[in-house]
């Protein structure tokens, strides 16, 4: 495996994992990141001690003093500089992307991407942090309503997207005016050392103050540092539901601000109109993209009676011509997971199936031989199932797509869609408008994702991106998910020479 790409994000084999912005601390212990592709041994990255934390925070909160102040303007142009880094490093970076975690290359480079398009978001964005203007019920008197900025964001990223979802947040943050302390997940580290890499020299070719953007490093005690903080204004965290459940509890009891995004049981809903050229595609890149570990994978395929048995029989055919294999092989469509931890809940979850009833249609198992040496390669399978199984109403972070059948008319199926704990993505397949409306409808879908003739995964950065229920009801990326990141301050001025109360209240002197 040529890894001469590790060298140009200036990479090496100890890497430093805590950095308050343009300095890095170092620590006696270290996490090793080895490749789910080949088992081998990338680099190591040290890990953040108390007394780093405590040094990241300190520096963080005298960097938000002077960085608020820049215009947001100014704030954007070195957000653009980033931007433009980050075009010279897409290979680099989207070939790490792909190796340390697993997905295909061209999903690597599809995440880097999308970083360039948050960053150009982010540069727009700096220049349109609108408030409002409203008339008050007093004479001579003007209010309106701004945005401030809120401090220290920190953020919590999960190794499925090891490098997107910590700039969705933090492009954004850092444009309106806040300062950024970034823990990722333990399994990906070298992707957020290299992040901060590149970044450090556009912040310090600016003279930004140290401690504008920070990373640290370790396991779920690092970030617990973090959401038991009253320093940190704002937790942004991606993961399960039971992590997004003790961080959104603990973020609480301070009385703090979080912005989850947690789990999803996305399904696609396949009609009798349905083009079954379109539910083919957005089925099968739902259900195996990245190996069944996005948020936004599609783990339920809700077809009705009178098309079913020729989905599954095209479906079927479909998964015979899947290849499994090294990411970094365009010839390949489907990588290894993220660990054997991953492949044994994998096989777990099948064993579950199994026991409550399921019928495996196409037979998964982990993979073994010549070039799967590291037991994280598996098959993606289809499994009959009923939508009250418990675990189907379960998450399970693998390519595992489950096929349910519904009759009648399309409410039926959306009540099947709707009826598990998670609500992030969703959508639907069909060629009447009737049934499109009423999906989308308050009736509908009750996702933070509704989709028509497209599948459940693929958002674009320009909407805002995130789910409901047991999702958390965060919302990260574009729209006006920026207002997350700021604070709200209504504004009322007197230009008169009198002082009138409101509601007509009289109080004389």
């Known amino acids: 495996m040529d890894t001469s790409f590790l060298k140009n994000l200036n990479l090496h084999a100890k890497n430093e994992g805590t950095w308050t912005g343009q300095n890095a601390l170092t620590s006696g212990n270290f996490i090793d990141s080895y490749s789910p592709v080949d088992g081998k041994l990338?680099?190591?990255?040290?890990?953040?001690?108390?007394?780093?934390?405590?040094?990241?925070?300190?520096?963080?909160?005298?960097?938000?003093?002077?960085?608020?102040?820049?215009?947001?303007?100014?704030?954007?142009?070195?957000?653009?500089?980033?931007?433009?880094?980050?075009?010279?490093?897409?290979?680099?970076?989207?070939?790490?992307?792909?190796y340390e975690m697993g997905k295909s290359l061209q999903e690597g480079y599809g995440e880097v991407q999308e970083m360039i398009d948050i960053c150009d978001f982010a540069v727009g964005l700096s220049r349109q942090l609108y408030g409002l203007t409203m008339h008050s019920e007093r004479p001579h008197h003007r209010m309106y309503e701004q945005w401030h900025s809120l401090g220290i964001v920190g953020i919590i990223s999960a190794f499925n997207f090891p490098v997107a979802v910590w700039s969705w947040n933090s492009m954004i943050a850092l444009v309106c005016g806040d300062v950024c302390v970034w823990k990722a997940s333990e399994k990906v580290p070298l992707c957020a050392v290299a992040c901060q890499n590149l970044l450090h020299d556009v912040l310090k070719a600016n003279n930004v103050p140290e401690g504008v953007n920070s990373i640290i490093t370790g396991d779920y005690k690092v970030g617990e540092w973090m959401t038991q903080d009253s320093r940190v204004a704002l937790i942004s965290a991606t993961g399960s539901t039971r992590m997004g459940k003790i961080v959104g509890k603990t973020v609480a009891e301070r009385l703090g601000k979080s912005l989850l995004e947690l789990g999803g049981n996305n399904a696609i809903i396949v009609t009798p109109s349905a083009d079954l050229n379109l539910v083919l595609t957005g089925a099968l890149f739902g259900a195996v993209g990245t190996c069944g570990q996005r948020c936004t994978t599609t783990r339920r395929l809700i077809v009705h009676k009178d098309v079913y048995e020729e989905v599954k029989s095209k479906l079927v055919k479909a998964y015979g011509q899947l290849r499994i294999g090294n990411p970094l092989d365009p010839s390949f469509h489907v990588g290894p997971l993220i660990d054997t931890q991953a492949a044994d809940n994998y096989m777990n979850a099948l064993k579950a199936a199994k026991e409550q009833g399921a019928n495996i249609l196409v037979e998964g198992g982990v993979i073994t031989g010549e070039g799967y040496e590291t037991g994280c390669y598996v098959k993606p399978c289809i499994v009959e199932a009923e939508n009250s199984m418990p675990i189907v109403q379960h998450e399970t972070f693998a390519p595992i797509l489950y096929l349910l059948q519904y009759s009648g008319s399309v409410e039926n199926a959306i009540d099947i869609q709707n009826d598990v704990p998670q609500g992030l993505s969703s959508a639907i397949m069909t060629n009447n408008l009737r049934e499109a409306e009423r999906y989308l409808s308050c009736a509908g879908s009750d996702c933070g994702i509704a989709n028509v003739n497209i599948g459940t995964s693929g958002a674009e950065i320009g909407g805002a991106f995130g789910g409901e229920k047991e999702t958390g009801g965060g919302r990260e990326s574009g729209s006006d998910s920026w207002k997350a990141y700021m604070r709200r301050q209504t504004n009322t001025i007197n230009y008169s020479t009198q002082l009138p109360l409101a509601q007509g209240i009289k109080f004389d002197l």
């Open 42 to 98: 990338i680099g190591s990255v040290s890990t953040t001690t108390h007394e780093n934390y405590e040094k990241v925070i300190s520096q963080a909160q005298k960097a938000f003093v002077a960085w608020r102040e820049m215009p947001a303007p100014k704030r954007g142009e070195i957000v653009r500089q980033y931007g433009d880094v980050l075009r010279k490093n897409k290979e680099a970076l989207g070939k790490l992307v792909s």
